[in-house]
């Protein structure tokens, strides 16, 4: 072996041996820290951790709504931090203890300087209700690492213990600041202001809870919007704090005036006011921002500016109706068509003499579809001409009531392209655009929503008309089908009073009739086929004729239903195996 290698050895065992007989245990100390002398911290009863490191104070007092930050400057602090910092300073255990003897041993010169405890030392103070402070001062590595020196104010001696608890501790005063812009978590608000190009005031209506917009404009809010709104600005993180001190200036930031602001009231009280300006040249995905309470300015993702200059209409109620839920008379006009539907008790009627019943289960899908209609566009919201929009003179209006309230009169107008018909609220200032689809959903006759459910044995004659051709059947005193000429028979009966049942519960969606022209498109002329059912008196309907037309391209047939005396009727799909029976069982010699 190298000589030189092995004297450098030597001397660097030498000097280690020499360190640790300093600073390690000596003859006859003891090995482990002595019974009962290091009482565990009680994380619960902390009321104020303050850290001192050199001349940087952290310091942060429990109240009644978490952990607030008190030194080096007043501001929220995070509470989870802090609570881990004390669960770990509650589980730190010592390994090892040196005794004051030792410690005097290792010289005046080195004393605690050579555990890492002097003047520079880490003091960490805790503080609770009752009971003095309690002091901790924290050192250094031990010679084989994996442990700290550490003393507790007032008790003799060093402790050693797992390095693992330095992790929990602050490296500097922002690390235990809270890095949301806001936390309005139990604090209940009423007005949301956005100032900047796309700014508006939203107002809380104490009654119903709904958001109003005020500014720019009165109109309806999205509620849901403004709560996603604020919930992304909630969650969002302060990247960097930039600067405590009310002396920056703020123009080339972009903060005088501000790009764009967000301010959170309740009535006249502002509870939250933030400021956003312009983005770092050497940082463009982050903005600065400055919360006025605090006078503080920080960085921020540049997405939280961003969503503060969407477009008014983003935050504006698109449901062209409210809540019809409690409507218990519906009324509309479509051109010459008028209808009133009724709710007495459970049930729907249609007014008229006499008063018919209505299919409740299409006015609940009606009254679905009302709710539903979305606004597509705001086409203006102070209409200086209401005719150039079709709606001086509509002849297309609903009212809705609920009693004797009127909850919203609807007109529509003109179109609006291929694919939006204006429409507007009597209640409302605005002319909206909604889906040309929707509005041609809705019925333009009572007959549309007429309950058709009939039972079999309620029909008293069936009449088929096809190509010119007129043939009648009907039920005699036994309730038998008889043509003139005969009784048709028992398997006859079944066969067509099975095809009556099916007809009689049949449900399918139905269309408004535009004219005679569609009939021609859908060939009724050339089919030429036609049932109509007679009632027994007494039975809710009287008469109910079906025309047939072509086949759709689901192979099933068009048809066309006509109800009582209703000379318009609606246009529905005939189920193509269905229609086959019909040519079986109710094409009668």
């Known amino acids: 072996m190298n000589v030189r290698v092995t004297w450098i050895l030597f001397l660097t065992a030498l000097a280690m041996g020499g360190y640790l007989y300093v600073t390690g245990p000596k003859p006859g100390a003891t ?35 978490g952990w607030s930050m008190v030194l080096p400057v007043r501001y929220g602090a995070q509470g989870t931090a802090v609570d881990t910092f004390l669960e770990s300073l509650a589980k730190l255990r010592p390994r090892t203890y040196i005794p004051p003897t030792q410690i005097e041993e290792s010289g005046t010169t080195n004393g605690l300087k050579a555990f890492g405890l002097g003047e520079n030392a880490l003091t960490l103070k805790l503080e609770s209700a009752t009971g003095p402070a309690t002091l901790f001062r924290l050192g250094g590595p031990t010679p084989l690492g994996g442990q700290f020196y550490f003393q507790r104010v007032g008790a003799d001696g060093i402790y050693t213990a797992d390095d693992s608890f330095l992790s929990s501790i602050p490296r500097s005063p922002d690390s235990w600041r809270d890095r949301s812009l806001f ?13 900047g190009k796309s700014g508006f005031v939203a107002e809380k209506e104490p009654r119903s809870g709904a958001w109003r917009l005020t500014r ?7 509620g849901g919007n403004l709560e996603t709104l ?23 930031l972009g903060l005088q ?13 502002d509870l939250v006011r933030i400021q956003f300006g312009r983005s770092p040249t050497n940082a463009p995905e982050y903005v600065f921002a400055r919360r006025m309470a605090n006078t503080n300015l920080v960085l921020v993702p540049v997405e939280a500016a961003e969503v503060l200059r969407l477009p008014l209409s983003n935050f504006r109620d698109r449901n062209f109706l409210p809540d019809l839920a409690g409507a218990d008379q519906i009324e509309f006009r479509m051109g010459s068509n008028h209808a009133v539907l009724d709710r007495r008790g459970t049930n729907w009627v249609i007014a008229g003499t006499p008063p018919r019943p209505a299919d409740p289960r299409r006015v609940a899908q009606l009254l679905s579809q009302l709710a539903g209609i979305p606004i597509a566009e705001f086409s203006q919201d102070v209409p200086a001409d209401l005719k150039r929009f079709g709606l001086d003179r509509s002849d297309r209006e609903w009212v809705l009531r609920a009693g004797t309230n009127e909850v919203v009169r609807v007109s529509f107008g003109a179109t609006n392209g291929l694919d939006k018909i204006f429409a507007r609220r ?11 689809a929707e509005a041609s959903r809705l019925p333009d006759a009572g007959v549309q929503l007429r309950s058709l459910q009939f039972d079999s044995t309620n029909v008293a004659q069936i009449t088929v008309i096809r190509k010119g051709v007129t043939n009648t059947v009907s039920r005699n005193a036994e309730g038998k089908w008889q043509s003139k000429a005969s009784v048709l028979g028992d398997l006859y009966d079944v066969a067509l009073n099975e095809t009556l049942y099916r007809i009689g519960h049949l449900d399918t969606a139905r269309y408004p009739l535009s004219g005679g022209r569609q009939l021609e498109i859908l060939k009724f002329p050339e089919v030429d ?11 809710p309907m009287e008469q109910l004729r079906i025309q047939y037309g072509g086949r759709t391209p689901l192979d099933n047939l068009y048809a066309v239903a006509r109800c009582d005396d209703d000379g318009r009727g609606f246009l529905f ?3 193509g195996a269905l229609y086959l029976d019909v040519l079986r069982d109710l094409s009668v010699p």
Do not use: C, K
């Open 31 to 65: 090995a482990v820290a002595a019974p009962g002398a290091y009482s565990p911290v009680v994380a619960a009863e902390v009321r104020a951790v303050e850290l001192l490191r050199s001349n940087a104070v952290v310091r942060v007092e429990r109240t009644t709504n």
């Open 230 to 252: 604020l919930g992304a600005l909630a969650r969002t993180r302060v990247a960097a704090f930039v600067a405590d001190s009310v002396l920056v200036d703020p123009g080339p």
């Open 216 to 222: 720019p404009l009165t109109a309806r809010a999205n």
């Open 529 to 539: 086929h036609a049932v109509i059912l007679t009632m027994t008196p007494g039975s």
């Open 426 to 436: 009597a209640d409302e200032m605005p002319v909206y655009s909604v889906p040309l």
């Open 573 to 575: 799909e005939f189920p």
């Open 257 to 269: 005036p501000a790009e764009s602001e967000l301010i959170i009231g309740r009535g006249t009280n």
């Open 183 to 195: 936390d309005l978590t139990g604090t209940p608000f009423d007005r949301i202001e956005v100032r």
